[in-house]
């Protein structure tokens, strides 16, 4: 167990509607990632958030954004969902400091079904 | 786009057999690191490797990493039935902070 946890563990919905993913960083870790995972695939960096800001962002497209609060956790939002958000989506935590960061420890996910 | 890449895609193996995946990757890194997972849960680190190294060891698992060809490998030795899942190694890049994965090697260890 690595203490992170991610809610729900499983969600549908519909194309069109708009969802909230959230995420409860490991005690003393300041910094959340995530990450998308389509099925069968490795998983693919949505972005970064240290001390409440964006940290970094991978190649996806506005209507993914993201919150972390001042106790490091954090929310993902996905609006106008597609068929292609079908994945499990996963949150990663982190201590950084002035060197960056290192290892990543990984909350369980959410499998987002959308139909 | 997936910065590292997996060879084989999938591994099948007698228990007690040695399993070793292979990894390339596209730009210089900082570090290249290991995760496991089981039925598509959430990601399990097994081991990080710096760009300074050429090798590690953790328990049944050896990394190795070759700068130069922008490749690493894992072995495990003397697999377990429990060793099955899907292996994915991943690049960090301190610029951008970011850590990206290749698309894994399923390894099946038959008891």
């Known amino acids: 167990e690595t203490g992170v946890t991610q809610s729900p563990t499983h969600l549908i919905k519909t194309r069109g509607q708009q969802v909230t993913l959230r995420c409860s960083s490991q005690?003393?870790?300041?910094?959340v990632s995530w990450y998308q995972q389509a099925l069968g695939q490795g998983p693919q960096f949505i972005f970064q958030?240290?001390?409440?800001?964006?940290?970094g962002r991978g190649n996806f497209p506005p209507r993914f954004s993201g919150l972390q609060f001042p106790n490091y956790s954090s929310e993902l939002n996905v609006n106008a969902l597609e068929l292609d958000d079908s994945a499990l989506y996963l949150c990663?935590?982190?201590?950084?400091?002035?060197?960056?960061?290192?290892?990543?420890?990984f909350g369980p996910g959410t499998r987002l079904l959308v139909l | 786009s997936q910065q590292g890449e997996e060879d084989p895609q999938a591994l099948s193996i007698q228990e007690g057999e040695n399993a070793t995946m292979n990894c390339s990757y596209k730009t210089s890194i900082n570090n290249l690191q290991w995760y496991r997972q089981n039925s598509g849960r959430g990601l399990v680190h097994l081991i990080l490797i710096r760009s300074n190294e050429r090798e590690k060891h953790s328990g049944r698992l050896r990394v190795t990493l070759d700068t130069s060809k922008k490749s690493s490998s894992l072995l495990i030795t003397a697999s377990r039935a429990a060793d099955t899942a899907s292996y994915f190694c991943a690049a960090f890049k301190a610029a951008g902070n970011k850590l990206t994965f290749g698309g894994g090697t399923r390894v099946l260890v038959k008891p």
């Open positions: 005690s003393g870790h300041n910094t």
């Open positions: 990663a935590s982190s201590f950084s400091d002035r060197m960056g960061y290192e290892t990543q420890y």
């Open positions: 958030y240290y001390r409440e800001e964006e940290n």
